[in-house]
């Protein structure tokens, strides 16, 4: 038919593209209701593990040597402290460093090579910004085994899930704006400061706060800078001992006796409570303060 299909060979076509469009959905779904299933048993566990040991005493004791006297109030503090450091570290750099390379950088082999070796390292173990904060901050700089240490190896661990967020916030401010910014006389960093950064603003806070959750949640780079396992007293300063909420849970859960996984399930319902509250703030300030455009 010189190139033309016919009745029966486009029924043929279509009946195939619903065939795989079903088979991918029933694939998708299976995929998706998998993690689901699994997800509802870890919460099922750890709640009815750890409901028992949650009270006042535990959020505002300290460790203890019996499960029935540990507390995690030092963990919770010395984690808000932790991010009290990595927030404006990681902010200001990040969001520097993404205001370089979409408004300043040019466009040449260099700029696209710091540029995939930035979304390169946000894929990076975090035990290996660990090492590198032990050999740097710890070592190099004499901060010793202090919560400064962990504050900043915290902060290198998240800064290229920051750089890349605020990239992508950046980058999906119309030109438009930008144009018509500079057609009012406006200066290039008038025009990042009162337009650009204004209109990327919740994208930017998004993806931050979604970043300091991660950071809240890991273990392997505070062990290595020295993070206490136990410890009894508040940090007085930024050189001072600290310990982290997922430091006390992975000291509680390795401990012998059947008592401690509970107290270990309790202190992962607080944890989870903190992270959830702080995706929480996330999707407030994306759907309060997100613009169309």
Request: charged share 10%; glycine share 8%.
């Amino acid at each position: 038919m010189n190139g033309f299909m016919s009745k029966e060979q486009w029924k043929k076509r279509l009946n195939r593209r619903i065939l795989v469009n079903r088979i991918f959905y029933i694939l998708f779904f299976a995929a998706t209701t998998i993690g689901l299933i699994f997800l509802a048993m870890l919460l099922y566990r750890v709640l009815t593990q750890g409901l028992g040991c949650l009270n006042m005493d535990f959020i505002k004791g300290f460790p203890a040597p019996y499960p029935d006297e540990a507390g995690i109030y030092a963990g919770i503090v010395g984690s808000i402290y932790l991010i009290a450091i990595v927030a404006p570290v990681s902010l200001v750099l990040g969001v520097s460093t993404a205001i370089y390379l979409e408004e300043y950088a040019p466009k040449n082999r260099i700029s696209r090579f710091i540029q995939s070796n930035i979304q390169n390292l946000a894929g990076v173990p975090s035990i290996v910004f660990g090492l590198l904060g032990l050999t740097f901050f710890v070592y190099m700089m004499g901060f010793g085994y202090s919560l400064l240490a962990g504050g900043l190896t915290m902060s290198l661990l998240v800064l290229p899930i920051i750089v890349v967020a605020a990239q992508e916030a950046i980058r999906s401010v119309p030109n438009e704006l930008k144009e018509a910014s500079y057609g009012m006389g406006a200066t290039k960093w008038q025009t990042i400061v009162r337009v650009v950064l204004p209109a990327s603003v919740p994208g930017i806070l998004t993806g931050s706060i979604l970043a300091l959750s991660r950071a809240i949640g890991e273990t392997a780079p505070l062990l290595i800078v020295g993070a206490a396992a136990a410890i009894y007293t508040l940090p007085d300063s930024v050189f001072g001992p600290y310990t982290a909420m997922p430091i006390q849970i992975y000291s509680w859960i390795s401990r012998p006796g059947e008592e401690w996984p509970l107290v270990a399930a309790a202190g992962i319902i607080v944890l989870l409570a903190v992270l959830l509250l702080m995706n929480a703030v996330a999707v407030i300030i994306r759907n309060k303060f997100q613009k169309r455009y």
